[in-house]
């Protein structure tokens, strides 16, 4: 399951938050009244992982969009589970091959 110590609506409204779990990437913004969830592969951060690559889901900017955002990336996690935790043993091979 993923942790997010810390993490608070309040948090959200001043800077981004993000973290990974077992080759899942996952990044969460707010703005407006939106709270925007995307979730990607490791080894790259946000910034340097192709658009292509990375999914989104949008959420309403309350505690309750934010409970239900942290549940859909446990839910996309668990379905892929297999791809994300070969993702995290090839992700060296993965680093060392762009170089």
Do not use: V
């Amino acid at each position: 399951m993923i942790s997010t110590l810390g993490l608070s609506i309040k948090a959200l409204k001043k800077e981004p938050f993000s973290g990974s779990h077992c080759g899942m990437r996952y990044y969460l913004t707010a703005k407006d009244d939106i709270l925007t969830a995307y979730l990607y592969p490791e080894p790259w951060c946000f910034e340097a992982t192709p658009n292509e690559q990375k999914e989104k889901k949008e959420f309403p900017f309350t505690q309750e969009g934010l409970d239900a955002a942290l549940t859909w990336l446990n839910e996309r996690y668990e379905a892929d589970r297999d791809n994300w935790e070969r993702i995290s043993k090839d992700q060296m091979r993965i680093f060392l091959k762009s170089t």
